[in-house]
């Protein structure tokens, strides 16, 4: 079992920045990629950014890339995304989640999710 709790949502302007973390718990926390999921209103569920298990690799969806930052810290289990000049279309519920043994960023594959956290992103 992984147990995953996220924090830091809130609204803000767009231009403006937030960082999320996720506490990630469990006896097999290791062996786990770790992501960041959104869903938007009436919209799929999507990959916005994950990380490897040992933090080395990851990867950005496109509408990310240059402005979100993923990083994973392996002595306290935790994982952040620092979210920079932020858009309107960033809106929606923020999950973190852990895949095992990879970190595919495809919803489908993941094994546990976080409760999510509420981001907007005021124009």
């Known amino acids: 079992q992984v147990q995953l709790v996220e924090s830091g949502g809130g609204l803000v302007q767009s231009g403006g920045s937030l960082i999320l973390s996720c506490r990630i718990s469990g006896a097999t926390a290791d062996d786990y990629g770790i992501g960041w999921f959104r869903q938007a209103p009436g919209k799929e569920r999507e990959g916005v950014s994950c990380i490897s298990s040992h933090g080395i690799s990851t990867k950005y969806a496109h509408s990310v890339k240059g402005r979100f930052t993923i990083a994973r810290n392996v002595n306290n289990n935790t994982v952040t995304l620092q979210m920079n000049s932020l858009k309107p279309e960033d809106t929606g519920v923020y999950y973190c989640?852990?895949?095992?043994?990879?970190?595919?960023?495809?919803?489908?594959?993941?094994?546990?999710w976080g409760q999510g956290t509420q981001v907007t992103v005021s124009s």
């Open positions: 989640a852990a895949e095992k043994n990879d970190y595919s960023c495809v919803a489908q594959w993941v094994n546990y």
